[in-house]
């Protein structure tokens, strides 16, 4: 039977008798181990109407033993005298009853008793008879909840300790979980208030952190999200559906998803305020009871990120000057082109430009002129290539296309253009009218199909460059 536990004054006082009582009954099954000799007995409360089964019990039980202490006979004469002794003690963890003693069924109706009223399911019952043939064993067994059966004349002392033993062990397991039980009770109660009180305190955290932050579960319904999610996206305090542009992007992203769960997703995202962000997106699976688990996440705005490593990428990759390659990001393009021709047989040809007499347009006007002009040579170069076409500055006036899918004729033309329009530049310097015009030396060179690499292309452009140079300058050489 369930242990009903009688109604206390208030909260306060059941969760301090609650603890009281599982401190007691720790203390009396966890008791501080003693000498043999003074060690505490444990009491058997023996409950017969025939004063001889009293004596012969304390004869059996005179010199056993169960870890280390002795037994102690408890003796009650009737059903009534073992009621007002169950009354004042609960520290006894056996009892050996006869059935039939003041009326026919007084042992079976003490067991009652015990279980019901006491809500006692602890104590171990050993019911003894002295008719056992008589006895509706199993019935008695399963209706009055009792632990054993015996008949008075197959109590040896080996036997009466078997049954001793095996309720006081289960007498010991029961007080212990009983206890532990009394004192978790109040424990959950305490961690209870402690967890509402750190939920609270996680929640209004969470609200207040400057990167959005949500929780949906596993059907996609929005659970939790703080202030700066809904500011993001414009919801209103409390909704459940996800915002279009993250549903979007949760669905068609391709998310990394790592081993631990996590997973990982950049995107471009147009906010409902008409603004664009770039943003990551970071987020977590979380095992759910039953269904798809669900999602935590965080994002993070990169916009501004973003545009600086444009930036550094670009100050790392361009010619700040002409706004062409630099030398370096020049030479990368140009090796992965000539070794993806090498690979699929495809034509490349390189264009080496050289600004005629740059020196004299230096001493003679000033580095701010020879700035304006490389600016002006460059302008007209990048006019007149592809966008596929790879231009940049390796050093001074010297500027190299390199040109896909062009061979030599097509990339003479190209150089052809590309001389004209540096010759058709004109412009002002010195304030006093005086016009500058520009004249380039031009080499051109094609890949052969043994060359692995840019360098020798470029050698053999910059060869026909001087060529060009040497014979008078503001031409083409290939």
Not at 417 to 434: C, P
Request: glycine share 8%.
């Amino acid at each position: 039977m369930p242990r009903s536990v009688p109604p206390r004054a208030n909260e306060g006082d059941q969760a301090d008798s609650r603890a009281d009582r599982g401190r007691a009954l720790l203390r009396r099954v966890f008791k501080p181990s003693q000498s043999s000799s003074n060690a505490r007995p444990w009491p058997v409360l023996v409950v017969d109407d025939e004063p001889d089964v009293h004596a012969m019990t304390k004869v059996l039980l005179r010199d056993l033993r169960f870890k280390d202490r002795p037994f102690e006979v408890v003796s009650a004469l009737s059903a009534a005298e073992a009621r007002r002794i169950l009354a004042e003690r609960d520290d006894i963890p056996v009892v050996l009853l006869d059935v039939v003693m003041e009326t026919p069924d007084a042992g079976l109706e003490l067991v009652r008793y015990i279980r019901e009223d006491l809500g006692n399911g602890r104590i171990a019952i050993v019911l003894r008879t002295g008719q056992p043939g008589e006895a509706p064993e199993s019935e008695i067994m399963l209706a009055y909840d009792i632990n054993d059966y015996r008949a008075k004349t197959e109590l040896t002392a080996q036997k009466l300790f078997t049954a001793l033993v095996g309720g006081l062990r289960s007498w010991t397991n029961l007080t212990t979980i009983e206890a532990m039980n009394i004192s978790l009770e109040q424990r959950v109660e305490e961690r209870t208030s402690q967890l509402d009180r750190a939920r609270r305190f996680a929640e209004n955290l969470v609200d207040m952190l400057p990167h959005p932050v949500w929780y949906k579960d596993g059907d996609g319904r929005l659970q939790m999200y703080n202030r700066a999610f809904r500011d993001m996206f414009g919801l209103p305090p409390g909704g459940s559906t996800m915002p279009p542009q993250l549903a979007a992007l949760d669905r068609d992203s391709d998310a990394v998803v790592h081993g631990d769960g996590d997973l990982a997703f950049e995107a471009t995202v147009d906010l409902t305020s008409g603004q664009r962000t770039i943003m990551i997106s970071k987020g977590r699976l979380i095992e759910e009871a039953a269904g798809q688990p669900g999602t935590i996440g965080l994002i993070t705005d990169i916009t501004e990120r973003k545009r600086m490593e444009h930036q550094l990428r670009k100050l790392a990759t361009i010619d700040d000057l002409t706004g062409t390659l630099n030398r370096r990001a020049f030479f990368s393009a140009a090796e992965l082109e000539i070794e993806r021709a090498a690979r699929y047989g495809g034509l490349v040809s390189v264009v080496m430009f050289d600004i005629d007499h740059f020196k004299q347009v230096n001493d003679r006007h000033g580095h701010a002129v020879g700035d304006q002009a490389l600016r002006s040579a460059a302008a007209a170069l990048r006019a007149n290539l592809r966008e596929i076409d790879i231009l940049g500055r390796l050093g001074g006036e010297e500027f190299a296309a390199l040109l896909p899918e062009t061979g030599l004729d097509g990339a003479v033309e190209v150089a052809e253009r590309l001389r004209a329009a540096v010759a058709s530049i004109a412009f002002v310097v010195d304030g006093g009218g005086d016009s500058l015009r520009l004249t380039g030396s031009l080499g051109v060179a094609e890949r052969r199909p043994d060359e692995l690499t840019v360098d020798p292309v470029l050698a053999r452009a910059d060869a026909a460059l001087y060529r060009s140079k040497e014979t008078g300058r503001n031409r083409v050489s290939a």
